[in-house]
């Protein structure tokens, strides 16, 4: 199975801050990477796809990059809707998600 | 507007049996893969299979193979995840979504269903 790990677990940030998490996969996956944010008690929003792609509707505040192992998801100024959980997926083989990172506000 | 609505919460009793359903609208259901995704109370996401309901190529996690079942049904578009014999660690809200347009298998998930809460308990 290829495990995806998330850093950090928790981030503390103010709003107009410049937020970036990063996941890393334990082999390569190449660009298939997603990232999702999830709002407490809600399903989960398609960020990003293909490690850089921004789905339809998603604010440009989000950009994602990277390739093969190491991915970061950057979120330019940390609006008041954006904090909550933020996770990688990988589809290279089967799926796997990251544990998640928290988005806290400071 | 693509829709994907779940069908409601649920408690059952160990050794019981459970099939939840995701109706699809908004797209053709025959053109796109359907996974589900498990989310344990206060943890992350788990992916746990998907489906293409065009010809029923059915994809299970090794994780999950052999403890659930996922099926579709084309005449009314709807998709299913079941158990067999729940136990009280089955106990999450379970999540169906629908890939991107990618060709790639498995794919990102661009659109969900609300969820649907199983809680299984003596």
């Known amino acids: 199975d290829i495990q995806m790990t998330q850093s950090p677990s928790t981030l503390s940030a103010s709003v107009g801050d410049r937020v970036t998490i990063t996941c890393r996969a334990s082999?390569?996956?190449?660009?298939?990477l997603a990232w999702y944010q999830q709002h407490l008690g809600k399903a989960p929003k398609l960020l990003i796809y293909?490690?850089?792609s921004l789905d339809s509707g998603v604010p440009s505040r989000f950009s994602g990059s990277g390739s093969g192992t190491e991915f970061t998801l950057t979120i330019s100024s940390l609006q008041p809707d954006d904090f909550a959980t933020y996770y990688c997926?990988?589809?290279?083989?089967?799926?796997?998600f990251g544990q998640g990172t928290k988005v806290e506000i400071k | 507007e693509v829709q994907l609505v779940q069908s409601g919460a649920e408690v059952k009793k160990p050794g019981e049996s459970l099939k939840i359903s995701c109706k699809v609208s908004?797209?053709?259901?025959?053109?796109?893969?359907i996974g589900w995704v498990r989310q344990m109370p206060g943890k992350g996401l788990e992916w746990m299979g998907i489906?293409?309901?065009?010809?029923?190529?059915?994809r299970y996690s090794p994780s999950f193979q052999g403890q659930v079942t996922i099926s579709a049904d084309k005449s009314i578009s709807t998709a299913y995840l079941q158990w067999s014999s729940l136990k009280a660690s089955d106990t999450a809200m379970y999540y169906c979504?629908?890939?991107?347009?990618?060709?790639?298998?498995?794919?990102?998930?661009?659109?969900w269903g609300q969820g649907t809460l199983v809680t299984v308990s003596s």
């Open positions: 908004g797209f053709s259901f025959t053109s796109y893969w």
């Open positions: 979504a629908r890939h991107v347009g990618d060709v790639v298998v498995p794919s990102a998930m661009s659109h």
């Open positions: 489906i293409y309901p065009g010809d029923s190529d059915t």
């Open positions: 997926q990988q589809y290279e083989s089967y799926s796997t």
């Open positions: 293909k490690s850089s």
């Open positions: 082999q390569s996956i190449s660009s298939w």
